[in-house]
């Protein structure tokens, strides 16, 4: 088969995949127990109190840099402390406001990377499993068989062959197009793999719950270096989206998405959330070389944020509400899916009426009409609220990224949509950084360009055609 119909092939089952997971979703309009709801500020800090006074913990900060969720206030004081040496006192703000609602650990320590769009991210994750010493695990939504699916299974043979423990969990429905030769091939070889809430019911190891599913695109090396953000193990991210490499075939439109690199202290909660994760599944029990707490490689301040169905937190919609919440300067949101509830879209509008510069960085085109139209359903509100919206065109946008006040940072798998927030187990990183920030507006510019603002004048006057269908798509938010 020539290289374009194996990418043609691919496309094909992709598409294919996200059909059967809309069509999926539609048949649980009946089997859904109710709908869960999003909790307020209020709500949240009240919680976060409760976790902390709840544990039990050593009053001393742990040694390897990480700040335990009751003491997070006392972490935070070496970090004001520098704060006040240079006068940052927006981020000591938002520190303190964030760590209000978070129930896990803020890390001192750290120093973050980041990356933009497939071919730079893969290099550098492929790197970092090639000299693995000890051990690997990786969590993803969609692991295709392809070019790249392929580059990582030869890649964590090799290093299984060398001892590397190995561990692969991989959502059912997002990659339900691989085939299951592909990870009999990785099983053969001594790879522990984990399939998150199986599809087909014959494989559930616990309650069939098939409408959460995992989101998260994590990857963590000997415990010491660290990968999160939006991009899957897929070659349709084959193509940068600011030119540097564009896409093989005539018609394929680049993807554009972001992700991190993490070292120091913040690794431990990546680690930790998969090792929750992966119990709560019943994967395979494994045996693992131990491994040492990471030491500190910089100095950014960084919380792990993970939360879901299997945990019954909304933390990081609540530290987005938050951040949006208290901003004073500016917000500017990255996102693929952007379905607010109302609570989220009347907290930037709050903020745009007070003075906040709100922009919105959205997609022009998706790999599904149903979340773009519903998100377009909010537009004219926020437009006028005075929320600046801005669409990406070359490329289709899948990055969840956030900048508030040019200090406080998100960058991860979730969307700001009810899906995300309610159905998926997420993994979001939030960096309390200025410098970090700055590359992130650096970037939001640079995808500016690319972009065409959309104004309330042109949108009151879209056609019947384009309102009917936002509509429709508005009806079923909830389960998008």
């Given at each position: 088969?020539?290289?374009?119909?194996?990418l043609?092939?691919?496309a094909?089952?992709?598409?294919?995949r996200l059909?059967?997971?809309?069509a999926?979703?539609?048949?649980?309009?009946l089997?859904?127990?109710?709908?869960?709801?999003?909790?307020t500020?209020?709500e949240?800090?009240?919680?976060?109190v409760?976790?902390?006074?709840?544990?039990?913990h050593?009053?001393?900060?742990p040694?390897?840099?990480?700040?335990?969720?009751?003491?997070?206030?006392a972490g935070?004081?070496?970090?004001?402390?520098?704060?006040?040496?240079?006068?940052?006192?927006?981020?000591?703000?938002?520190?303190?406001?964030t760590?209000?609602?978070?129930?896990?650990?803020?890390a001192?320590?750290?120093?973050?990377?980041?990356l933009i769009?497939?071919?730079?991210?893969?290099?550098?994750?492929?790197?970092?499993?090639?000299?693995?010493?000890?051990?690997?695990?990786?969590?993803?939504?969609i692991?295709?068989?392809?070019?790249?699916?392929q580059q990582?299974?030869?890649?964590?043979?090799?290093?299984?062959r060398?001892?590397?423990?190995v561990?692969?969990?991989?959502d059912?429905v997002?990659?339900?197009?691989t085939?299951?030769?592909?990870?009999?091939?990785?099983?053969?070889?001594?790879?522990?793999?984990?399939e998150?809430?199986?599809v087909?019911p014959?494989?559930?190891?616990?309650?069939?719950?098939?409408?959460?599913?995992d989101h998260?695109?994590i990857m963590?090396?000997?415990?010491?270096?660290?990968?999160?953000?939006?991009?899957?193990?897929?070659s349709?991210?084959s193509?940068?989206?600011?030119?540097?490499?564009?896409?093989?075939?005539?018609?394929?439109?680049?993807?554009r998405d972001?992700?991190l690199e993490i070292?120091?202290?913040?690794?431990?909660?990546?680690?930790?959330?998969?090792d929750?994760?992966w119990q709560?599944?019943?994967?395979?029990?494994?045996?693992r070389?131990?491994?040492k707490?990471?030491a500190?490689?910089?100095?950014v301040?960084?919380?792990?944020?993970?939360?879901?169905p299997?945990?019954?937190?909304s933390t990081?919609?609540?530290?987005?509400?938050?951040?949006?919440?208290h901003a004073s300067?500016?917000?500017?949101?990255?996102?693929?899916?952007f379905?607010p509830?109302?609570?989220?879209?009347?907290?930037?509008?709050?903020a745009?009426?007070?003075?906040?510069?709100?922009r919105?960085?959205?997609?022009?085109?998706?790999?599904?009409?149903?979340?773009?139209?519903?998100g377009?359903?909010?537009?004219?509100?926020?437009?006028?609220?005075?929320v600046?919206?801005?669409?990406r065109?070359e490329?289709?946008?899948h990055?969840?990224t956030?900048?508030?006040?040019g200090?406080?940072s998100?960058?991860?798998?979730?969307?700001?949509?009810?899906?995300?927030?309610?159905h998926?187990?997420?993994?979001?990183?939030?960096?309390?950084?200025?410098?970090?920030?700055a590359?992130?507006?650096?970037?939001?510019?640079?995808?500016?360009?690319r972009?065409?603002?959309?104004?309330?004048s042109?949108?009151?006057?879209?056609?019947i055609?384009?309102r009917?269908?936002?509509?429709?798509?508005?009806?079923?938010?909830?389960l998008?």
């Open positions: 088969m020539s290289e374009g119909h194996q043609q092939a691919i094909a089952r992709r598409a294919l059909k059967a997971m809309r999926l979703l539609g048949t649980l309009l089997a859904l127990h109710g709908c869960a709801s999003l909790p500020l209020e949240g800090r009240a919680q976060a409760a976790d902390r006074s709840a544990q039990v050593d009053a001393s900060v040694g390897d840099g990480t700040v335990a969720p009751h003491r997070v206030r935070r004081a070496q970090v004001r402390a520098l704060l006040q040496r240079t006068g940052v006192s927006v981020l000591q703000q938002h520190l303190d406001d760590a209000g609602v978070l129930g896990g650990p803020i001192g320590g750290n120093a973050v990377r980041l769009d497939g071919p730079v991210t893969h290099a550098a994750m492929f790197e970092a499993i090639a000299q693995a010493k000890a051990r690997i695990d990786i969590v993803t939504y692991l295709d068989d392809d070019e790249v699916g990582l299974a030869t890649l964590l043979i090799e290093r299984r060398a001892g590397v423990s561990r692969l969990m991989y059912s997002g990659s339900m197009a085939a299951n030769a592909y990870f009999e091939r990785l099983s053969s070889e001594g790879v522990s793999i984990c998150f809430n199986p087909n014959t494989r559930v190891r616990r309650n069939w719950k098939i409408n959460n599913r998260r695109k963590v090396v000997d415990g010491s270096r660290g990968f999160a953000g939006g991009i899957n193990v897929s349709v991210y193509a940068g989206s600011f030119g540097a490499r564009r896409a093989r075939e005539p018609g394929q439109v680049p993807w972001t992700h070292r120091g202290p913040a690794v431990s909660q990546l680690v930790h959330s998969v929750t994760l709560s599944q019943h994967c395979p029990v494994v045996e070389p131990p491994i707490p990471p500190a490689a910089g100095t301040a960084v919380s792990v944020v993970t939360g879901g299997e945990s019954g937190r990081h919609y609540l530290a987005l509400l938050s951040a949006f919440t300067a500016r917000i500017y949101i990255t996102c693929a899916y379905v509830d109302p609570q989220l879209a009347r907290a930037l509008i709050d745009a009426q007070r003075g906040v510069e709100v919105l960085l959205l997609p022009s085109i998706s790999d599904s009409w149903l979340p773009l139209a519903a377009r359903s909010h537009y004219a509100s926020l437009l006028a609220g005075g600046r919206i801005f669409e065109a490329a289709l946008l990055a969840k956030a900048v508030v006040d200090v406080w998100t960058v991860g798998s979730s969307n700001l949509d009810f899906r995300s927030f309610v998926n187990e997420e993994a979001n990183v939030i960096v309390f950084d200025a410098p970090f920030a590359q992130l507006e650096q970037l939001f510019d640079r995808d500016l360009e972009s065409r603002e959309i104004t309330a042109e949108w009151s006057n879209r056609g055609a384009p009917v269908q936002q509509w429709l798509a508005r009806q079923f938010e909830y998008l």
